[in-house]
């Protein structure tokens, strides 16, 4: 039988979801509790990769179990889990169902504040030049990239992906606090690697005048690297929703 879970975690202690050789992951840690409570070694696919520091407010994994499914696993899971990982559900599926592949849509938030708060260090990318961004050039600079299916200017170096092609359906900044808390929403069918925390580096860049319009829309034009490119931290940077076809 093939399983979903659905789930959340805060990435801050963690070196990313991806298992890896010498430092702490989200997947190891999932694995780790689902092959104890399950008496049988466990491997789960996710439906995405996610940095080091990058949370999920919702992710979903799955795996193949052969034994009878316990009603409590999901109770069992988060009391075994950290407090920084929670199981939602977890439910059965079809056998070919794969959170990866079958994913059509992705959400992403980043969070930007511009009042030091050291409530929010985790989970909020603090930005001392609020006053002076401009917020409808960086409006401006965020639509401007619906009118693309094309993102090598935002992709990370080395990247291994083979197309560089993604439809995306939204991409706007929301004030949550006037003046304190803004948020950048973005969603598509896919994600290239550091695709997000590039848009964001250069709609601040843009807000503050470091980056015009006009150079944004050369480099997309000509799918070439902005000048002035600019990563931001990975704290403020949450995966938001997946949507599947069938659920």
Known sequence: MRY??????????????????????????????????????????GCGRTDAGV??????????????MLDSLTKRLNKYLPA?????????VDEKAH???DANFRAYEYHVIFDKNPFMTDSAFYFPFGKQLDFKLMQEAASILLKYDS??????????????????ERSEWVWEKEGKHLV?????????????????????????????IEEL????DKQERLKKSYSVPP?????????YPYL
């Open 4 to 45: 979903f879970a659905e789930l959340s975690y805060k990435g801050t202690n963690y070196s990313g979801w991806q298992r890896q050789p010498n430092a702490i992951s989200v997947q190891q840690i999932i694995e780790e509790a689902l092959s104890t409570i399950l008496r049988t070694r466990i491997v789960i696919t």
């Open 55 to 68: 949370h999920a407010s919702q992710y979903f994994i799955h795996f193949d179990f052969e034994g009878e």
């Open 84 to 92: 920084d990982i929670a199981i939602s559900r977890i439910f059965d």
């Open 99 to 101: 959170t990866r592949f």
């Open 151 to 168: 993102f090598f200017p935002f992709c990370k170096t080395n990247s291994d992906a083979k197309t560089m092609f993604c439809k995306i």
């Open 184 to 212: 950048f929403h973005i969603a598509a069918n896919r994600f290239l690697r550091g695709m997000v925390r590039l848009i964001v580096g250069m709609c601040l860049n843009v807000g503050i005048g470091k980056v015009k």
């Open 217 to 220: 829309i050369e480099a997309m």
């Open 235 to 243: 704290n403020g940077l949450f995966l938001s929703e997946i949507r």
